[in-house]
């Protein structure tokens, strides 16, 4: 499996601020996933990050809220925008070294707290 | 949508017992694949066993095996000797091919296992 990191682990931001996060793989990998954790939930997909071509999102998430993008294949940026205590969540990004088969591997995840 | 349920916010096991923690899904599709992911207090989301859907023979890793039942939509996991170790918040997870070059993970909502010693 991938080495997976992400910066920072952690912050506290204040709202209408944008802070991003970074996900850095060992390895070339295919696909970059970014996940949201709220509270004691469980986590849900934000968008998938292909190199090469535009975010895909999901239901929900916005490109002018998670703005995203996939330099390499081996980097990935998620960027919160305007901030507010409602994004205070875990936000996880996962990799998958193939396509469809291929199981997802997580980072350690970024602690965000909103004031 | 996909959806995952898992019906067990929490379980408890002494230590060296055994517990299987359960997991149904809801798919109209024949392709896919499951998963289990623990997650403990660290947050770090790890990979416990993988099953695919075409497959049979249910997965076994070590201590943890899972019971797949492909008509009944089920997919439990067993965790033999259980160890301190093993408390964390567990995760059931289906993942579907959502089109084109992108492939969703859904999960459930989680089972915190706790274990006594």
């Known amino acids: 499996s991938a080495v997976i990191s992400q910066k920072p682990s952690r912050d506290i931001c204040q709202r209408g601020t944008s802070l991003t996060i970074q996900c850095q793989v060992d390895?070339?990998?295919?696909?970059m996933f970014w996940y949201r954790q709220q509270p004691g939930q469980s986590l849900t997909l934000i968008a998938t990050?292909?190199?090469?071509?535009?975010?895909?999102?999901e239901s929900g998430f916005v490109i002018d809220k998670f703005p995203i993008s996939r330099p390499n294949l081996t980097f990935s940026t998620l960027t919160v925008s305007n901030m507010s205590p409602e994004d205070s969540s875990i936000y996880l990004c996962?990799?998958?070294?193939?396509?469809?088969?291929?199981?997802?591997?997580f980072g350690p995840g970024t602690r965000l707290t909103v004031l | 949508a996909q959806t995952v349920t898992q019906s067990q916010p929490e379980m408890s096991v002494q230590e060296a017992e055994t517990v299987t923690l359960s997991c149904t899904y809801d798919?109209?599709?024949?392709?896919?694949?499951l998963f289990w992911y623990k997650q403990p207090p660290s947050r770090q989301m790890i990979l416990v066993i993988r099953?695919?859907?075409?497959?049979?023979q249910n997965a076994t890793e070590n201590r943890f095996s899972v019971n797949f039942q492909k008509a009944a939509k089920s997919f439990s996991l067993k965790i033999s000797d259980s160890q301190l170790g093993d408390a964390a918040m567990y995760f059931c997870a289906y993942l579907e091919d959502s089109g084109g070059s992108n492939y969703k993970l859904t999960f459930g909502k989680g089972t915190l296992l706790t274990v006594n010693p």
């Open positions: 798919t109209s599709e024949s392709d896919y694949y």
């Open positions: 990050a292909n190199q090469g071509s535009e975010a895909t999102y």
């Open positions: 099953q695919e859907a075409y497959k049979q």
């Open positions: 996962s990799v998958s070294t193939s396509g469809f088969t291929d199981t997802q591997y």
């Open positions: 390895s070339q990998v295919t696909m």
